[in-house]
């Protein structure tokens, strides 16, 4: 299936009881723990229960490896920081960013620290979602099937 040139993959059936586990051959990079508290898992815990509109928006696209079967989680706890949404297996980070995040210091601070961890970050701004939605995509996509350094 496809919508405006990027493969999204169809909707898959939920696990039966006991066949939603990781697989341990999947070989994907286990998240970094480095830093993360239990009072940081619960803050994750938090955010995933007051997701904005623009972040449930972007979930019931990414979410059950609909688009382009790449899995990705949301509001995951690495290392210090929680971020949006991720693909371990591609290393890809996907900031929502508002207008608070316009040229934030501690932003680019938040990126390195991941960078140098092994992950890309995309920072994508809450109103492109709504206004240009399939470009927001696109470039997920692109960012997907770039090669890692």
């Not at 496809?2 to 009881?17: W, Y």
């Not at 990079?29 to 239990?38: N, V």
């Not at 928006?57 to 079967?69: C, P, Y």
């Not at 290393?91 to 960078?115: K, P, Y």
């Amino acid at each position: 299936m496809q919508k405006e040139g990027v493969p999204i993959s169809p909707r898959r059936p939920s696990p039966l009881a006991g066949e939603g586990a990781r697989r341990a051959d999947e070989g994907l990079p286990e998240p970094c723990s480095i830093h993360s508290t239990p009072r940081t898992k619960t803050f994750a815990r938090r955010l995933r229960r007051a997701s904005t509109e623009a972040e449930k928006t972007l979930w019931g696209i990414l979410r059950d490896r609909r688009f382009v079967d790449h899995k990705f989680r949301r509001q995951v706890p690495i290392g210090p920081y929680i971020v949006d949404f991720v693909c371990f297996e591609a290393r890809l980070i996907v900031e929502l960013d508002g207008s608070q995040h316009a040229e934030n210091a501690r932003d680019r601070l938040r990126d390195d620290w991941l960078a140098r961890d092994g992950y890309r970050v995309l920072r994508v701004w809450k109103n492109d979602l709504t206004d240009n939605r399939d470009g927001v995509l696109t470039a997920i996509w692109h960012a997907l099937e770039e090669p890692r350094t």
